[in-house]
Nanobody
């Protein structure tokens, strides 16, 4: 059974930084695109950033210049470095990845359970 496990959330003051990490547990074959989404209370889940296996990235306008997504393919891990955090960044952050399990032919979409990020003084 493959699961995505996030870590690194917490409480931070405005202007502060946090680094989120996400990696799959279990045995996998390969991973294509990986990304981060977030959902604030009372709002729909929204895309934060994505990264392809080759390292091409895309960001939501609201986080451009403040957040950086990266990945370590050898470790099957994706990171989200969040700087200059604002109260409006408060949300549950979810990891997402297209994963092919060992022995499988197709890629499937997997989600983590989420990690809370709270930006408050």
């Amino acid at each position: 059974q493959v699961q995505l496990v996030e870590s690194g959330g917490g409480l931070v003051q405005p202007g502060g930084s946090l680094r989120l990490s996400c990696a799959p547990s279990g045995t996998i074959g390969s991973i294509n695109a990986m990304g981060w989404y977030r959902q604030a209370p009372g709002k729909q889940r929204e895309l934060v950033a994505t990264i392809t296996r080759g390292g091409s990235t895309s960001y939501a306008d609201s986080v451009k210049g403040r957040f950086t997504i990266s990945r370590d393919n050898a470790k099957n891990t994706v990171y989200l470095q969040m700087n200059s955090l604002k109260p409006e960044d408060t949300a549950v952050y979810y990891c997402n990845a297209d994963i092919r399990r060992v022995g499988a032919l197709s890629y499937y979409d997997y989600w983590g359970r989420g990690t809370q990020v709270t930006v408050s003084s």
